[in-house]
C-alpha cells in the first residue's frame, strides 16, 4: 500500500517480518494491519499511522490550554480538552508562596483559561500541572477556539512555521495547545480569518500542498481586508 | 408453490442497496449514516470522555456505552412513543457487544465512549444498520479498533435461504421464517451479533451463515469507503466559534 | 463561568459585528427539505447554519378531548437527542425540550394554524390527532426557530393517510392536505448588554441577557411569545425585539 494513503482500520497494511509495527498499527501473523482511521506512513522497517482523528490524550512535557472549573481547597480542577480533568496544585502555582488556607480565586477563579504545563501523567491519567515555566499564564482577553487534537502538528507547522504565518498575516496573537485548544486575539476581522484559517488547515491537513495553499489563501484574504481602509 | 422469487426480484444473496457517508454530525466526535434499502441510520460518537456515574468507571479501560433509538415517525404505521421500550433496550445492549471486541480502550481508563444511534427512517434491518453506522462513526472518531463491524441479517423464507430479509418477508405466511441478526468482523470472519427468532434447521442455519458472512464483505466495502470518501476532499469542521 | 468568552463578544459587538462576522440582525443560511422521511405523514428537515433538525407528522385518530369534542387533537413533542451534541443527554426530557415543544405548540395552536374542525370525524368520539414529533441532529445553536420551522414545513407537507371508519391504512396516503389555516413562524431575539440580535450561535446563547421568542403569522400577527433568560427586559426592550423579530418572520415565511 502506497505512503500517505488513507487507511481505516482493519485494512492490512504491509506484510511480512521486516516491517514493524508503530503507532495505530497492530501485528496478525504475517500482517501488520491499521488499527486507526488515519494516513499510512513508512519510515524504513517502521510502520505507523498518522491519525486523521481522535481525542487528546494528556502527554507530560505537554504545553496546553485549559479551563479552570473548580477551586479545591489545596489548588484547582483544570478541563484540559480530554476524557480527563487535571489538577494544578498550590505549589505549582506561583513562583510566589501561596500559604495554606489562602483565597485561591485571587490566583486562578472559575472559567479562567491559562497557559500551562504537564508535569505527571499516572497510569490512571491523573494529570499534574504547573504554571512555572516560561509563556506559562492567565490569558485575559481573546478568543477560545477547539481544534482537532491532531492536527495540532500542522496547524504548528515545521518550526513553527504554520503559526507564524498566520500571526504575521493577521497580526494575531496567537498560542496553540497541544490539547487541541487555542487562543487568538486581534481586531475582529482578523481574528475571524485565523479563525477561518485554522479549519481549513484542519479541513485540508491530509491533502499535500498544504502549506502553499495555506500561503496563497492568507495573501488573498488579506488583501480583501485592507480594501475598505484604502477606500476611506 | 413454495416462495422461490424474492417480493423485491433479489437473488437470495442481494443486499438492497446499500450506502454510507461518514462525517454527518459535526458537533459529535464522530458520526455516519447508514442506508440499506429504506432503513436509515444515523450514528455519534461522544468521547472517550468523563463518566458519570463514577461507580460505572473501570480502571483498566475505557468503557463502550449504546444507545438504540426510533425516531418516534420512523416506523410503518402508528406513532413510535419516545422515551425507550424494552426492545430498544435489548438492542443497545447487543449493539454494545457486537461492538466491543474490535475496540481497543486501554488507553482510556475511566472514561467512556458514547454511541447514539437514531433511526429517521426505518424497515426491516435496523438493529444491523445501527451497528454498520456505529462502526464507521467510531473509525470517523479516531478510536483505536482492531476492524470496523458489518452486519447483516439472514435467514430463512419458506424453503429459501436469504439475506437481508426485508418486511414483507418477515412477516411470511405461507411457511417457517427465521430472521437472523448477525454482525461480523470483516477481517476474521467472527462473530459478534447472533440472535434469532424464528424456525429454521441446522443446515439452513449454516447456510444462512455463510451468506451473511459474504454479504457483510460487501457491506464493509461500502463502510470502508465512506471513511475515505470523506477525505477525498476537504473536510467541513466545526464552526466559527470556541466550542470549549 | 464564561467571562472571557462574553468579554470577547463583546468587544465584537461593540464593533458593530457577530462572533461569526454576521450582522445583528442576519441569520445564517437556512434551508428546508421536505419528504426527509417517508414513513411519515409529512416531515422535513431544516438547517439553519450548523444546526439541523428533522420534524416528522405522524396521524391516528383518536377520541377528542372532553372540553374540545368536535376538534381535532394537536400534540407537538420536541426530543433534543444526545446524538446531536455533547450536552444533551438521553433520558428523560428535560426543561429546554419541554419549553421548545411547548413554545412552538403555543405558536401552531394559538394562531390556529390548523383547522381543527376539519379534523373531526365523528363529535365526541372520533377525530384525527396530529402529533408532531422534532428531533435535533447538530445543535449548534437557535434551536427554537429551526424546531419551529421544521414542525411547520412539516405539518404543510402533511397528506392524510386512508381511513376505513375503522382503522388507519398508513401504506396508503392519500392526497388531502391538512387544512393549514395560518402559517406562524418563530424568531428569537437575543440580547446581551445594550445589543439586540438574531439567530445565535450558542457561545453567543452561553453569554446573552435574556432572549424573546416571538411567534409572528405571515399577516404579521403576533401569536405567542416567551421570554428566556435571566436578565429582566424593559417595555423598550420588548418594543424593539418585537419589531426585529416581525422583520426576520418575513424572510423566514419566504422559504416555507
Not at chain 1, 60 to 84: E, Q, T
Request: a neutral charge; aromatic letters at 6%; glycine letters at 10%.
Amino acid at each position: 500500500m502506497a505512503d500517505k494513503s488513507i487507511v481505516v482500520p482493519g485494512e492490512e497494511v504491509a506484510s511480512g517480518m521486516d516491517f514493524l509495527p508503530t503507532e495505530g498499527v497492530y501485528r496478525d501473523g504475517e500482517k501488520l494491519v491499521s488499527s486507526k482511521l488515519g494516513l499510512l506512513a513508512v519510515d524504513g522497517r517502521l510502520v505507523k499511522i498518522i491519525p486523521l482523528a481522535g481525542k487528546y490524550l494528556p502527554k507530560r512535557g505537554d504545553v496546553i490550554v485549559g479551563k479552570v472549573v473548580d477551586v479545591a481547597i489545596s489548588g484547582w480542577v483544570v478541563d484540559i480538552n480530554s476524557a480527563y480533568t487535571a489538577m494544578l496544585s498550590m505549589k505549582e502555582a506561583s513562583a510566589e508562596f501561596i500559604a495554606r488556607g489562602a483565597d485561591l480565586t485571587r490566583y486562578f477563579t472559575f472559567g479562567d483559561y491559562i497557559v500551562t504545563k504537564i508535569i505527571n501523567v499516572t497510569s490512571q491519567n491523573l494529570v499534574d500541572l504547573t504554571m512555572k515555566g516560561p509563556g506559562l499564564r492567565k490569558l485575559s482577553e481573546g478568543r477560545i477556539v477547539a481544534v482537532a487534537p491532531n492536527k495540532v502538528p500542522r496547524i504548528i507547522g515545521k518550526q513553527g512555521s504554520m503559526v507564524s504565518m498566520i500571526k504575521d498575516a493577521t497580526g494575531c496573537k496567537v498560542i496553540v495547545g497541544q490539547n487541541g485548544v487555542v487562543w487568538l486575539q486581534g481586531e475582529p476581522d482578523n481574528e475571524l480569518l485565523a479563525v477561518t484559517t485554522l479549519r481549513k488547515i484542519e479541513g485540508e491537513s491530509h491533502i499535500s500542498g498544504l502549506t502553499d495553499r495555506v500561503k496563497a489563501f492568507l495573501d488573498e484574504e488579506v488583501g480583501k481586508l485592507k480594501k475598505p481602509e484604502q477606500g476611506q | 408453490m413454495g416462495y422461490d422469487k424474492r417480493f423485491d426480484g433479489r437473488r437470495p444473496d442481494e443486499l438492497r442497496p446499500v450506502a454510507a457517508k461518514a462525517g454527518i454530525i459535526k458537533r459529535a466526535d464522530g458520526s455516519a449514516m447508514f442506508r440499506i434499502g429504506n432503513t436509515v441510520a444515523y450514528a455519534a460518537v461522544y468521547g472517550p470522555r468523563d463518566l458519570f456515574p463514577r461507580f460505572l468507571k473501570d480502571p483498566q479501560r475505557g468503557i463502550l456505552r449504546c444507545r438504540y433509538n426510533m425516531m418516534p415517525f420512523s416506523g410503518a404505521g402508528e406513532r413510535v412513543k419516545p422515551g425507550g421500550s424494552r426492545r430498544s433496550k435489548e438492542i443497545s445492549m447487543v449493539t454494545e457487544k457486537a461492538l466491543l471486541p474490535v475496540l481497543n480502550l486501554e488507553d482510556f481508563p475511566n472514561a467512556v465512549v458514547d454511541v447514539f444511534i437514531e433511526l429517521p427512517q426505518t424497515d426491516a434491518g435496523t438493529r444491523c444498520a445501527g451497528i454498520c453506522a456505529a462502526a464507521i462513526a467510531l473509525a470517523d472518531a479516531g478510536v483505536s479498533m482492531k476492524d470496523l463491524v458489518s452486519s447483516v441479517s439472514a435467514g430463512k423464507v419458506g424453503e429459501m435461504v436469504a439475506v437481508d430479509l426485508s418486511y414483507a418477508e418477515e412477516s411470511y405466511k405461507d411457511g417457517d421464517v427465521a430472521d437472523i441478526p448477525v454482525a461480523f468482523i470483516p477481517r476474521t470472519g467472527q462473530v459478534t451479533l447472533l440472535q434469532m427468532d424464528g424456525m429454521i434447521d441446522k443446515d439452513g442455519l449454516k447456510k444462512a451463515l455463510e451468506m451473511a458472512r459474504a454479504a457483510c464483505l460487501q457491506i464493509y466495502e461500502v463502510q470502508r469507503r465512506a471513511l475515505k470518501e470523506k477525505f477525498a476532499v476537504p473536510v467541513a469542521v466545526k464552526g466559527n466559534g470556541s466550542t470549549v | 463561568m464564561n467571562e472571557l468568552l462574553r468579554a470577547n463578544i463583546l468587544k465584537w459587538f461593540g464593533k458593530g459585528m457577530r462572533y461569526d462576522g454576521r450582522a445583528f440582525g442576519e441569520f445564517r443560511p437556512v434551508s428546508i427539505e421536505l419528504g426527509v422521511t417517508k414513513n411519515a405523514e409529512g416531515s422535513a428537515r431544516v438547517r439553519i447554519g450548523d444546526t439541523e433538525v428533522i420534524a416528522g407528522v405522524k396521524m391516528a385518530v383518536e377520541k377528542p378531548y372532553n372540553d374540545t369534542p368536535a376538534d381535532g387533537n394537536l400534540m407537538v413533542n420536541a426530543e433534543l437527542l444526545p446524538l446531536s451534541s455533547p450536552d444533551f443527554e438521553a433520558g428523560p426530557p428535560g426543561e429546554e425540550s419541554i419549553e421548545i415543544a411547548r413554545v412552538v405548540d403555543r405558536g401552531v395552536r394559538e394562531s390556529k394554524a390548523i383547522d381543527t374542525a376539519k379534523l373531526c370525524i365523528e363529535p365526541g368520539e372520533k377525530v384525527w390527532a396530529v402529533m408532531v414529533d422534532i428531533c435535533t441532529i447538530n445543535a449548534a445553536g437557535n434551536l427554537l426557530d429551526a424546531a419551529a420551522l421544521a414542525a411547520m414545513a412539516a405539518l404543510r407537507s402533511t397528506k392524510f393517510p386512508a381511513y376505513n371508519g375503522k382503522a388507519v391504512d398508513y401504506e396508503h396516503p392519500t392526497n388531502n392536505k391538512l387544512p393549514m389555516l395560518r402559517i406562524p413562524v418563530l424568531v428569537t431575539v437575543t440580547k446581551l448588554d445594550e445589543h439586540f440580535f438574531v439567530d445565535p450561535l450558542i457561545e453567543e446563547e452561553k453569554v446573552a441577557d435574556a432572549r424573546l421568542t416571538v411567534a409572528i403569522t405571515e399577516a404579521g400577527q403576533i401569536c405567542a411569545m416567551q421570554k428566556g433568560g435571566d436578565s429582566p427586559l424593559s417595555i423598550d426592550d420588548i418594543g424593539r425585539m418585537v419589531d426585529l423579530a416581525a422583520a426576520k418572520a418575513k424572510e423566514l415565511h419566504k422559504k416555507l
